[in-house]
């Protein structure tokens, strides 16, 4: 599967947007991004994934680049309850199965 | 609750003892996954299961660990003989998916985690 980079952590205002980057330039063809975020305690939670088109669902916005190597997570209106770390996932057509996290990105939603 | 559970959520043992932990998937689901996470890094993955075949294991998955499926349903990881580098949170994940077929998304699910802490 392609590596990722994301920042290690960044800071958000409540009800603001929060707008996380994630690099994957050595992203293949067949291979889809998926963002999952992990709150303190607690396990990893599934939150969007795409292909090459831009895709929004309840939780969040995700962006893909038209060369698909960078993405971004949008959190429309973000909340205190979206304190987390936020992991971007490159993941393969053939090995589906598991999921490679990296050390993700630290988000701090403040009052 | 129908969310994929585990139990113990804390486990304390000595150097050197037997340890298990037990996860309940989603009941529908035939794919069940386990990680380890240590702190500050994200979850590694160890082994998976398709209904009851263990179908992929980590070279992080020592000859110390096994894990059983065997009903298909509930999984358990055994740590024999452990050591403090075994400390660790022990996250339990499930999906559906069906083998041999490519999915386009296979959204895991995952428990709570058991933490281990290995004195």
């Known amino acids: 599967d392609a590596k990722t980079t994301q920042p290690t952590s960044m800071d958000c205002a409540e009800g603001r947007a929060a707008n996380l980057p994630c690099n994957h330039s050595?992203?293949?063809?067949?291979?889809?991004v998926y963002w999952y975020r992990q709150i303190h305690s607690q396990g990893p939670q599934y939150i969007i994934h795409?292909?090459?088109n831009n895709e929004t669902n309840e939780m969040a916005s995700l962006i893909i680049t038209e060369d698909r190597k960078s993405s971004t997570l949008i959190l429309p209106h973000a909340t205190l309850r979206d304190t987390a770390v936020y992991y971007c996932?490159?993941?393969?057509?053939?090995?589906?199965?598991?999921?490679?996290f990296g050390a993700g990105t630290t988000v701090t939603v403040r009052a | 609750d129908t969310g994929v559970s585990q139990n113990p959520r804390h486990k304390i043992t000595k150097r050197g003892q037997n340890v298990t932990f037990r996860c309940d998937p989603i009941?529908?689901?035939?794919?069940l996954y386990w990680y380890r996470q240590t702190l500050g890094q994200g979850p590694e993955f160890l082994t998976y299961?398709?209904?009851?075949?263990?179908?992929?294991k980590s070279r992080l998955l020592s000859d110390r660990f096994s894990a059983e499926r065997p009903k298909g349903s509930f999984s358990t990881l055994e740590i024999q003989r452990t050591e403090q580098g075994d400390s660790a949170m022990y996250l339990c994940?499930?999906?559906?998916?069906?083998?041999?077929?490519?999915?386009?998304?296979?959204?895991?699910?995952f428990g709570p985690g058991t933490r281990l802490t290995v004195l």
């Open positions: 795409g292909l090459k």
């Open positions: 299961f398709q209904n009851e075949a263990q179908l992929e």
């Open positions: 994940a499930s999906s559906l998916g069906r083998a041999g077929v490519y999915s386009s998304y296979n959204e895991q699910f």
């Open positions: 009941s529908e689901h035939n794919r």
């Open positions: 996932i490159v993941r393969g057509s053939f090995n589906d199965y598991k999921l490679s």
């Open positions: 050595t992203i293949s063809g067949n291979e889809y």
